[in-house]
């Protein structure tokens, strides 16, 4: 079809010098004779099929011709004629190049930023987000955060849901301690109890004594030591939770409370409630005590300790990202020892 188009402009082309150098009496008499065929034309035809090229050929001679001789020279309309003109226009001017029209979208980085901040914020609007966005150097515009959150399903921050069970947990979580007794047998089968109490936010574990007679008194006393031994971090606490053993009495929660730390009672039977201090529990069997012998109350307090010791220092804990408790940033990192050159040698317990 192009090959086509080409080769009739071209014979047109050819024809226009011929034209130009004949008579203007010749031009006009053959005009005449051209229109009076084509009158005879239209009335034959009742349709007159195009090509490809005529429309061409049609549409470029029209800017030639003033439009008042329109309908004189051409067989179709003047309307017509403009459309084959438009098209032709619509086909050089496609802007195929321009390929993105309208602003370049948001980063995927950025959707899946602002869908965490309004996840682990629940009272932020999309104008507050915005702001947030702004300080890190993000420009976005908060009609866009909109249509983020809108798109994602978030509700707007006054109807939205409060927070999950797992950030109210997590928040609580940092003024929370947790007690309960772990008991262990000595060679001789006498039953030592051991009071423990880990907090919930760092994963700090306290052994508060051992004894074969655990009392009321004893328990109390045991209270007022690790009050002691907090000292200012005892402002931190709000809360403690422990099981409804006969052991915690009234004077026992009152040193607490002392400090505004209110009592919190597990359900009966149901150690899934005070989870991480079980969990504290049973590594302290899995890991000590089910692998030494225990003489007596004495061994026990002192390897205990050193256990605790080790799981404070030293032991990562998955819930604050692989830190011990008593960590407040990772590590730095140090360099690789050389197995090749150096060998490492293991060190008794100072408690074995």
């Not at 065929?37 to 007159?48: F, G, K, M, S």
């Not at 003047?78 to 029209?101: C, D, M, N, Y």
């Not at 006393?221 to 031994?229: D, E, G, V």
Request: aromatic fraction near 6%.
């Amino acid at each position: 079809m192009p090959l086509s188009i080409v080769a009739a402009l071209v014979r047109d082309l050819i024809k226009v010098p011929a034209a130009v150098l004949r008579s203007r009496v010749a031009k006009d008499a053959e005009v005449l004779a051209l229109r009076h065929e084509n009158a005879v034309l239209r009335r034959q035809i009742a349709r007159v099929r195009y090509e490809s090229a005529d429309r061409i050929r049609s549409a470029v001679l029209s800017r030639l011709i003033p439009r008042g001789r329109w309908r004189q020279v051409f067989a179709v309309t003047p309307t017509t004629l403009l459309a084959w003109h438009r098209r032709l226009v619509s086909r050089k001017w496609t802007f195929t190049e321009r390929r993105h029209p309208g602003r370049p979208p948001t980063a995927p980085t950025v959707k899946q930023l602002i869908l965490r901040l309004v996840r682990e914020n629940s009272t932020w609007g999309h104008r507050r987000i915005q702001g947030e966005l702004a300080r890190l150097g993000y420009s976005v515009a908060p009609s866009t955060v909109w249509e983020i959150l809108r798109s994602a399903g978030v509700d707007p921050a006054p109807h939205r849901s409060g927070p999950p069970w797992r950030q109210s947990l997590t928040t609580q979580a940092h003024g929370t301690i947790a007690a309960d007794f772990l008991h262990l047998d000595t060679v001789v089968l006498e039953r030592l109890y051991a009071l423990v109490f880990i907090e919930h936010g760092t994963r700090r574990l306290h052994l508060a004594g051992v004894t074969v007679h655990p009392t009321a008194q004893w328990t109390v006393q045991q209270a007022r030591n690790l009050a002691m031994t907090l000292g200012c971090r005892m402002d931190s606490l709000r809360f403690l939770l422990w099981d409804r053993d006969a052991k915690y009495t009234d004077a026992f929660d009152a040193v607490f409370q002392a400090d505004d730390v209110q009592i919190l009672l597990s359900p009966p039977q149901a150690p899934r409630a005070n989870a991480i201090c079980e969990r504290a529990v049973g590594t302290l069997r899995r890991e000590l005590l089910d692998r030494i012998l225990i003489h007596n109350e004495v061994h026990a307090q002192a390897v205990l300790a050193e256990c605790i010791r080790h799981y404070n220092q030293h032991r990562p804990h998955q819930s604050r990202r692989q830190l011990s408790s008593d960590s407040t940033k990772p590590p730095v990192p140090t360099n690789v020892t050389d197995l090749q050159a150096r060998r490492i040698q293991r060190q008794p317990s100072s408690a074995a």
